[in-house]
């Protein structure tokens, strides 16, 4: 019995990959002739997690995957209403799921500057005044990159909030 296209195309959609290349390294080595030679190149494209590899030993075609799990982020910032001197406080808490080390990266939009832009606990100082976004891009030994954000607002010295007192 022959899978039509679309099931193929569905299981990729799911990122169930790993189903989709056994299938197909078992229909090819297997010499199924409803699988058309492209199909497997073609749908054996790396999702963002995934890396596959095709290579042909004589008749049969091996196709390996190995699945990659992107780094688990969260991102707080302290405190989220601040002065444009002061600085705010930033931490990623992060994991991998396979445990592969990550590395960090900062990037405010639109201006400001981090202590260490590359460390996992650092401070922010406002450029501006306005509301800015914080992001933290980890990623894993393997490539696999997560990015979350979080939204502060700087504030002018003397800035007094709708209900009369400091803001921060």
């Known amino acids: 019995m022959s899978l039509p296209r679309h099931h193929f195309e569905r299981v990729l959609r799911e990122q169930a990959v790993f189903v989709l290349v056994i299938i197909l390294a078992t229909r090819v080595s297997h010499g199924d002739p409803h699988v058309e030679t492209g199909l497997a190149a073609r749908y054996a494209q790396p999702a963002p997690s995934t890396s596959v590899v095709a290579y042909s030993t004589g008749l049969d075609t091996v196709l390996h995957a190995t699945l990659n799990h992107c780094p688990h982020v969260t991102v707080e910032a302290t ?11 930033v931490h990623s808490m992060s994991f991998d799921p396979e445990g592969d080390a990550l590395t960090y990266e900062w990037i405010a939009r639109p201006d400001g500057t981090f202590a260490s832009p590359r460390a996992i606990l650092t401070t922010y ?3 501006s005044e306005g509301v800015k976004e914080l992001a933290a891009r980890v990623t894993d030994a393997r490539g696999c990159t997560s990015i979350r954000k979080v939204r ?17």
Do not use: D, E, N
């Not at 405190?79 to 406080?89: D, G, I, K, S, W």
């Not at 502060?152 to 921060?168: D, E, K, L």
């Open 79 to 89: 405190p989220v209403l601040a002065y444009t001197f002061q600085q705010v406080r």
């Open 125 to 127: 100082q406002c450029g």
């Open 152 to 168: 502060i607002r700087c504030v002018p010295p003397g800035f007094r909030s709708s209900v009369g007192r400091p803001a921060p």
